[in-house]
Structure formats: C-alpha cells, structure tokens
C-alpha cells in the first residue's frame, strides 16, 4: 500500500516565478493538509482539502493557492516566489476530515528560490 | 495562543540513558497532542499521542506525560538507542479546525 506521495522531490525556481508541488494522498484517504516547514522549523499548516473545498487555511497569504481533485490529489500552487517561500513543502492525508489523528505526511518537495 | 513551546532545541543522550522533551500551550480548545518523528529527508512519522482526558500512555519505549492544568505534555524515551537520532516535534490540534500546530522541534542525538 502506497504512502503519501509527492512530486517532484526537489526544485529550484527564481524569484517571481510561479511553481505547482502535487501530491497523491495515501490510498482510502480524502482529506489533503498541505504545510510549509522552513529549515530548522516545525511545519506550518498552510490549507486542507476536502471534497474539492479549501476548508480550512492557516496564515499564508493568497499567493499560495491549492486544488483537490475527484481522486483526491492535490495540488499546491505558489505565485510571485519569494526568497522566503524557500522551505520543504509538506502534503498530509487523513481518512476523512473529521478524523484527522491518523494523518500521514509525504517526504516533501524541497523548494529553492533564488 | 495558538503556539506550541518546545524545549529543548537539541538534546544529546547517551546509549540507554532517558531523553525528555517538553511542550506547553496555551489554547484550551487543543484536543489531541500527537509527537512526531523525522529523519533528514524524509517527512515527519507519527509516534505516539495522547488526548487530554489521560494524564500518561505508553508505547513501548515512548511515553507521554500530559498534565492538563498546567497545559504541558512531555515525551519520555527510555533506553534510548541511536537509530532514535532525528528531530521530534510535538503537535496539538484544535476541535474544530482539526488543523495541526507544530513546535520548534528538538533534535535529539543519542550516542553509542
């Protein structure tokens, strides 16, 4: 039984640029978490996904932006990239939202700007 | 209020010696407090987890000390053995936005 995957596993972009991490929940799970943790920090939850719906959104400003597809995939979409946007980007699934203890998290995309 | 405090930032234990974490919160609407485990490169692991209505659980070498009223929970590791060496973070999740706050992280190194 596949984990939580992500892709892709490392990528550079400059400042300006737009940039789109995917992530493919672990399999009987329908609620996506996606987090940003910066080096030497614990995650950060940025927005949860379920049934297609951003549900919840912590505080991240509207250049980070997501999408839940009929699978349950994910996407995560980053506009206008800032040297601070650099972090490791998280996708966590769940059963289902209301039962979220059971949260798996991905390997993580690492994202470098320059 | 939503913040999660964590200490230490790092630790280092010898080989069977006992490694303990701390955390403190302040948001009373946290329900669930779950740590987890992360080696270099790989995404954080669940290890252990308490509710607030159990003072103490245990799995294995890993237990959690919960202690409501002064809103702090701990992690004890008995034994502990190199292959425990990685970043642990403790968590705590709200009842109704069942989002995850995350401490700082400790790095943890344990000695042979």
């Known amino acids: 039984d596949a984990g939580v995957t992500q892709s892709p596993t490392h990528l550079i972009k400059t400042r300006g640029q737009q940039v789109t991490l995917r992530c493919s929940p672990k399999?009987?799970?329908?609620?996506v978490s996606w987090y940003q943790q910066a080096l030497g920090q614990g995650p950060q939850f940025i927005f949860q996904?379920?049934?297609?719906?951003?549900?919840q959104r912590g505080n991240f400003p509207d250049r980070f932006s997501g999408h839940q597809f009929p699978n349950y995939s994910s996407e995560l979409n980053v506009n206008a990239l800032l040297l601070g946007d650099s972090a490791l980007y998280l996708c966590?699934?769940?059963?289902?939202?209301?039962?979220?203890?059971?949260?798996?998290f991905g390997p993580g995309t690492r994202l470098t700007v320059l | 209020q939503q913040q999660v405090k964590q200490s230490p930032q790092s630790l280092i234990v010898q080989k069977g010696g006992i490694s303990i974490i701390n955390c403190a919160y302040e948001?009373?609407?946290?329900?669930?407090f779950p740590w987890y485990q992360q080696f270099p490169g790989k995404g954080p692991a669940l290890l252990i987890a308490?509710?607030?209505?159990?003072s103490e659980k245990k799995e294995g070498r890993f237990t959690i000390s919960f202690n409501k009223s002064a809103k702090q929970f701990s992690l004890h590791i008995m034994d502990s053995q190199p292959g425990d060496s990685a970043t642990y973070f403790c968590?705590?999740?709200?009842?109704?936005?069942?989002?995850?706050?995350f401490g700082p992280g400790t790095r943890l190194s344990v000695l042979p």
């Open positions: 966590a699934s769940s059963p289902v939202l209301t039962s979220t203890d059971t949260q798996y």
């Open positions: 399999s009987g799970h329908d609620t």
């Open positions: 996904y379920y049934e297609e719906e951003e549900r």
């Open positions: 948001n009373t609407a946290f329900d669930y």
């Open positions: 308490i509710r607030p209505d159990v």
């Open positions: 968590a705590a999740r709200d009842n109704y936005g069942q989002n995850f706050v």
